[in-house]
């Protein structure tokens, strides 16, 4: 009769690369059936088989085991039985496998991420049969059961109070098609830059076409939760935004997009014009100076106002609201010309969402839209110059770009 030994030796070089996978899994399945067993044994104080001889033993005796359970771990999926054990007060409960425990937490980490990432319900069984093999738990159901944690977390992250003064901030909406709804909804989403320099996603919520009322609702929940004014609002042309902005009457400055401006103005010109006219328009915001910026604009209008006069209008229409950024650090204009800063975390999940046609209704898709957008906000950089931003949150005026030492906009 071979040993233990001998015959795990044997079954080792039995092994070869095309066996290796299931090889594995029969020995995790062995060992963690091994350890099943071991925790019972503690448990009663006795081997299999074994009698109880101590007065003060144990009561429990082992009572066969219980049906074949499937496993999902990384590796695949493997099967166990729980050993049963009667005569005790309470219910013997694994503290490797607990009671209907039917994957590993790595594995309940790996389905909704995989969900999140544009791997549609639909998809699962397909992508990931023959990995953790045919005994896995793949149901959509179960797919669903792991992602409603989602929209707990977004219940209360939406409620949190902010912490942290705000310098800047940038807006914009992503429009998203529900399958149960007849028309596209804007999720509303905001960043924040604080005075350390970090950039967070404070607001994400759900608001009909931009409107100034889904605006003005939004705004006034952040200050609820404790937001205070910021010095700048970065956001396109949507006047829904602006509007809601007079209203509340906040004392800041607003700066509209410059791709947007550039990109509509390019509208109104002829196709075979856009490259040289394109190359003049994005001259503009780079421009040292306002003054500069103003004359580059007037050369743009001069050049293409007989030929292209709508874009011209665009080009001039709410050109205060275009040449903000000037007003503070040059170190940070960078951030400050362009909705960049919340339009770019928009690419991925523009992606996730057409990957996948899964959103019966729009509230559906406001957590998944929020964890997409919480994984991008580790990638996050810091603003330029972050030592900078006290002072502009204390009010000092900046012309050109160039602190003003000798005046203040507002008390410190």
């Known amino acids: 009769m071979k040993s233990k030994q001998a015959t795990t030796e044997a079954d080792v070089h039995a092994t070869s690369w095309s066996t290796l ?94 969900y999140l990432h544009g791997l549609a319900q639909r998809d699962f069984e397909l992508a990931l049969r023959g ?20 929209h707990e977390e977004f219940q ?9 003064e705000v310098v800047y901030l940038w807006a914009d909406g992503i429009y998203v098609k529900a399958g149960f709804e007849k028309e596209k909804a804007a999720v509303l989403v905001i960043v924040a830059a604080f005075s350390d320099g970090n950039k967070r996603v404070i607001a994400v919520e759900s608001g009909y076409r931009e409107s100034k009322e889904s605006w003005l609702a939004l705004l006034r929940e952040l200050v609820r939760r404790g937001m205070n004014v910021p010095r700048l609002v970065v956001a396109d042309g949507a006047l829904g935004l602006w509007s ?8 800041c400055e607003e700066q509209r997009c410059w791709n947007h401006k550039i990109t509509n103005v390019l509208d109104a010109v002829a196709k075979k014009e856009q490259p040289r006219a394109s190359e003049l328009l994005k001259k503009i915001p780079y421009a040292d100076t ?14 293409y106002r007989d030929r292209f006069p709508k874009a011209c209008e665009r080009l001039l229409d709410d050109w205060e609201r275009m040449v903000s950024f000037y007003s503070f650090p040059k170190q940070h204009w960078k951030h400050l010309r362009t909705s960049n800063v919340v339009e770019s975390p ?67």
């Open 21 to 114: 996978e299931s090889f594995a899994r029969e020995r995790i399945q062995g060992w963690l059936q091994m350890i099943l067993e071991e925790e019972v044994t503690e448990l009663i104080g006795r081997e299999r088989y074994e009698r109880r001889e101590a007065v003060d033993a144990p009561q429990g005796y082992r009572n066969g085991y219980g049906k074949p359970r499937k496993l999902s771990m990384s590796c695949g999926t493997i099967t166990v039985q729980r050993p049963r054990v009667r005569g005790l007060e309470e219910r013997f409960e694994s503290r490797i496998l607990p009671l209907f425990k039917r994957r590993t937490e790595e594995i309940g980490e790996l389905l909704p991420q995989l």
């Open 131 to 150: 990995l953790l093999g045919d005994g896995a738990p793949l149901s959509p159901t179960s797919i669903a059961r792991l992602t409603e944690r989602w």
């Open 156 to 164: 209360a992250w939406r409620k949190a109070p902010i912490e942290g």
């Open 244 to 251: 809601a902005l007079a209203e509340l009457g906040w004392e």
């Open 290 to 303: 306002r003054e500069e910026a103003e004359k580059l604009r007037d050369d743009f209008i001069k050049r």
């Open 346 to 412: 928009f690419a991925s999940v523009r992606l996730r969402t057409s990957a996948s046609k899964r959103y019966k209704k729009t509230a559906n898709a406001e957590a998944i839209l929020w964890k997409l957008l919480m994984v991008a906000e580790k990638t996050f950089r810091k603003l330029n110059s972050p030592e900078l931003l006290p002072s502009v949150a204390a009010g000092d005026i900046y012309v050109n770009g160039v602190l003003n030492k000798r005046s203040r906009t507002r008390a410190a």
